[in-house]
């Protein structure tokens, strides 16, 4: 039972300090408790907690989106349309996609690229998307229509009349995190926006995970100088404190929904808390840390030293099977000794991160790759506390003589 946050640690009801190991489920930032975000929430829940955003603005929505656009070249991704978390984020970005081509004299285009072993989140059409079985087998077939590929080398090999029904293709940029932290090669993004500029189909960015920080640059696909033609936020957009979301499109797919007299092209999708000021202020506050604290400037020293902690315990472990690593996101993959993986049902994964909690760590694994995932504040001796719990967990769950 968790009663409080501070800093990069998290508290239980008997006292017991935790290193938050996960980020909260990969949505704390700055680390809980910040006072810039805890004191612009209090101020927001005083003057306006919520209003309707059917027919009305609000000043923290506007101001918000207006950021989230000024971190992006100009002229590229110019429109915000709010949600409250990744799955809806991701669901309006797959309507608008579809709305538009069928406006646009192409209703044919109503068919998904995704990839395998992707996650998208749970709502209907985004796990139709999904490539995880466990999640996404029982309702995959009543979303909407996707084809599944492997690597780009299988979205080149596409039949051109499947590509021609395709409306977006839609990826989790450098990282898929359900999968296991599984790395996308370098260059792949870029070689992806290339294909979909060829073949004049949308790409979506799933940044649900890798935005606002977590691989050292503010999002994914700067690495790549890519630009898409949606993305999808959320998680750590308001710091982790409070649920929003946000899509972010071009001013060619906004001004497809403007409407002549007799002509409705309004996009009917939406939800009671879109644009809500509560989370939008959080989200500002969030924002401005970055720049007040230089976080992502001071974020490049402990990428590195993150890296040399994991690659020194893979090289004298022969229980890790393989570390990956994208700027503060890591997964360690574990095995047997002997060097074969650990039956599936014996879910050793998650014995190491419960005995890690004995250690100071809290964590969940990807089946059996133990994720590190913390809050961007988390200084050099709390990477060396993650490390060393996760290391003391596989001890006392595997032992080697």
Known sequence: MIARGEGAYLVDHLGKRYLDGNSSIWTNIHGHGHPDIVSVIQEQAATLAHASALGFANEPAAELAAALVGCFPEKTLTKVFYTDDGST???????????????????????????????????????????????HERVSKLGVPVCHVQDMAHLLALPSEEVSKLAAVVIEPLIQGAAGMRLWPKGMLAELRAWCDEHEVFLILDEVMTGFGRTGKMFACQHEDVVPDFIALAKG?????????????????FDAFLSQPGDDRTFYY??????????????????????????????????????????????????????????????VEIGDPSGTAFPPGDKVG?????????????????????????PLCADFD?????????RAGLDDVIPIG
């Not at 957009?237 to 797919?253: D, F, K, M």
């Not at 014995?351 to 913390?374: F, K, S, Y």
């Open 89 to 135: 984020a991701i669901e309006c970005a797959l309507r608008l996609a579809l709305q538009y081509w069928e406006m646009e004299g192409q209703p044919e285009r109503s068919g998904f690229a995704a990839f395998d072993r992707a996650y998208h989140g749970d709502t209907m059409g985004a796990a139709a998307l999904g490539g995880i079985a466990a999640f």
């Open 237 to 253: 957009l308001t710091g982790g404190t409070v649920p929003l979301a946000a899509t972010l499109t071009t001013q060619r797919v």
């Open 270 to 331: 939406g939800h009671s808390y879109c644009g809500n000021p509560l989370g939008c202020a959080a989200a500002l506050a969030s924002l401005q840390i970055f720049e007040k604290e230089s976080v992502l400037e001071m974020l490049s020293n402990k990428i590195d030293y993150l890296g040399g902690l994991l690659r020194d315990w893979r090289d004298a472990d022969r229980r890790v099977r393989d570390v990956r690593q994208c700027g503060f996101i890591a997964g």
């Open 350 to 374: 998650g014995q190491v991160c419960i005995a890690a909690r004995m250690h100071g760590l809290l964590t969940r694994p990807v089946n059996d790759t133990l994720v590190l995932m913390l």
């Open 382 to 390: 709390d990477l060396r506390l993650a490390v060393a719990a996760l």
